[in-house]
């Protein structure tokens, strides 16, 4: 199997085995201690602290310079095929994917479920640490896949445009409260990051996710904006609408860590 065969969405055994090096990675972006515990075999391990922005927005984009050092240690080429999985369903392997879209890289692949699908199965892990071999990538961000406050404000109520808040319900309704202000932005539609996944399935994405968000409203037509409290949990959810083939899904990367702490957004309970 070639890298350019793989399927965004792959299932744990249609993993390669003996990955080859240079047309391979695959990224366990897992805890610390959980990497150190077990991780599927030959995986290199990526911190999720690394791919974050400094407080008080952590979601943001972070400094070309630390993706510099992100990519760098991963050992980033062109051609290179990222297979990406975490330990909790996807947010950070799906915040990641949005880092690769970003900077203009489309060969991925998320391993479906991740890490809780791999042992729901009672697939070999490993205690052996994997690294890469150093590059030195040159990087392009690019603005494609994220939408910035201001026009996010703008697109409001606009007949092409549904934001999709992948935050607790709870959140959602202002009930619990994680900035200044409590609710959601205005129109914005409800389902949390973990209704899109299949407990039984080993946090596989739901076969009928796509049924379940066209019934809210959430559609392939319109341009899907995401975002949770930090783009983390939001990361799974812009992973799955990609892999439904959203053709125009962005994340609000600022998060409710942004709006919710401004004075002059406006929020519905």
Known sequence: MTPSSLPILLEPQQLPDNLDSAAYRLVDLSKTEQYATGHIPGAVHLPPGSITS?????????????????????????????????????????????????????????????????????????????????????????????????????????????????????????????????????????????????????????????DILKQLGITPDKEVITHCQTHHRSGFTYLAARILGFPRIKAYAGSWSEWGNRPDTPTEI
Not at 55 to 67: R, T
Request: proline share 7%; hydrophobic share 35%.
């Open 54 to 210: 400094s407080p008080p927005i952590p979601g943001l984009m972070p400094s070309e310079e630390s993706l510099r050092q992100v990519f760098a240690s991963l050992g980033h080429h062109a051609d290179l095929h990222y297979i990406v999985y975490d330990d909790e369903g996807g947010g950070w392997a799906g915040r990641f994917i949005w880092i690769l879209d970003s900077i203009g890289h489309s060969r991925y692949s998320y391993l479906n479920g991740g890490l809780k699908a791999w042992l729901a199965e009672e697939r070999e892990l490993e205690t052996q640490p994997n690294t890469a071999e150093p590059t030195q990538p040159a990087l392009v961000l690019n603005a494609d896949f994220t939408v910035e406050l201001d026009n996010l404000a703008n697109a409001l109520n606009g007949p092409d445009t549904v934001i999709w808040d992948a935050r607790s319900p709870e959140e959602y309704r202002g009930e619990k409260v994680l900035a200044t202000r409590g609710g959601h932005i205005p129109g914005a539609i409800n389902l949390e990051w973990t209704a899109a996944m299949d407990p039984q399935r080993g946090s596989r994405i739901r076969e009928d996710l796509l």
